[in-house]
């Protein structure tokens, strides 16, 4: 039911841009934080950006403030992350999450983001 595919992954060299969506459906999306997770081979996943349901709050993993922006419309059911400035260590498999309930976290399946030269 619940179904969160992101898109606009690819290949992209040092210093540029890319902007990944996350289309949400099977719940009310307006009512819940959306997040960014990312993660690389062999490393643990972390929590890249987070919005709360409104737009009004936004959080930032330390490494990527200032370059990557989260912003929601909710008209659209969509999450967006707009990464500037890219450097090699982001690449990684960034995925798109929210969580429900106790028991209901949800991903998305991912999109591969390759900084590279």
């Known amino acids: 039911q619940v179904q969160l595919v992101e898109s606009g992954g690819g290949l992209v060299q040092p210093g540029g841009s890319l902007g990944l969506s996350c289309a949400a459906s099977?719940?009310?999306?307006?009512?819940?934080?959306m997040s960014w997770y990312r993660r690389a081979p062999g490393k643990e996943r972390e929590l890249v950006a987070r919005i709360t349901s409104g737009g009004a709050i936004t959080s930032y993993k330390d490494s990527v403030k200032g370059r990557f922006t989260i912003s929601r419309d909710n008209a659209k059911n969509t999450v967006y992350l707009q990464m500037n400035s890219l450097k090699p260590e982001d690449t990684a498999t960034y995925y798109c999450n929210t969580v429900l309930g106790l028991r209901s976290t949800y991903w998305g399946q991912g999109t591969q983001v390759t900084v590279s030269s």
């Open positions: 099977g719940f009310t999306f307006s009512s819940y934080t």
